[in-house]
Every structure is written in C-alpha cells, then in structure tokens.
C-alpha cells in the first residue's frame, strides 16, 4: 500500500493476505488507483478505531473484573472449602486431619 514512481509513471501497489497467501495489485496512476488507495486509508483507519475502542472497552472493564475476581475467591471460600470438608468427612480419605486444618 504505497504509491511508487518509476521514471515519470506513479503506481500504486496494495498487498493482502487471502486464504493464507499473499495478493499483490499494481494500478497505474489514475482513478482506479486513487480509489484504492482511499479504500485501503479507510480500512486502515477502521482498524484503528476499532482496535482504539477495545482498549478504552478493556480499561473500562478491568475494575470490574477486578471486582468479580474477588466475589469468586469469597464464594470459594464460602462454599468449596466446606464442601470438601463435608465429603472428606463423609468418606474415608487419606490424610483428611490435613484436610480439616484448612478450614
């Protein structure tokens, strides 16, 4: 995606990825060339913006995944380690003294 000069003729060369290989086009200066290159400035720019919009989308969550990192740890607390303890009483575990010593 850049424009060339070759003697006194200007091209312009667009390089994609398709189905995992490599295109290249050459236009010769003209309107088909200046299409092109519009179309790849706002394609470039598109993924700009998008890429722009998830990180203000992922530092606008990261407070919050902060948060429900925390619920979880208390509900594991809460809930899994008294569980096992109960089933580690119900049945006969190795090592379940060990076990009690947790909680």
């Known amino acids: 995606m850049v424009w060339e000069t070759r003697g006194p003729n200007r091209f312009y060369y667009r390089v ?16 088909e060339a200046r299409a092109a290159a519009r179309e790849d400035a706002q394609r470039r720019k598109a993924m700009l913006d998008d890429n722009r919009s998830a990180r203000v989308l992922a530092d606008t969550m990261r407070p919050l ?10 509900v594991d607390r809460l809930i899994i380690t008294p569980t096992i303890m109960a089933i580690s009483t119900a049945i006969d575990l190795p090592g379940r003294d060990s076990l009690r010593s947790v909680a």
């Open 65 to 74: 995944d902060t948060l429900l990192d925390r619920v979880d740890e208390s």
């Open 16 to 31: 994609r990825r398709v189905g995992g290989g490599v295109t290249k086009q050459c236009f010769k200066a003209g309107t």
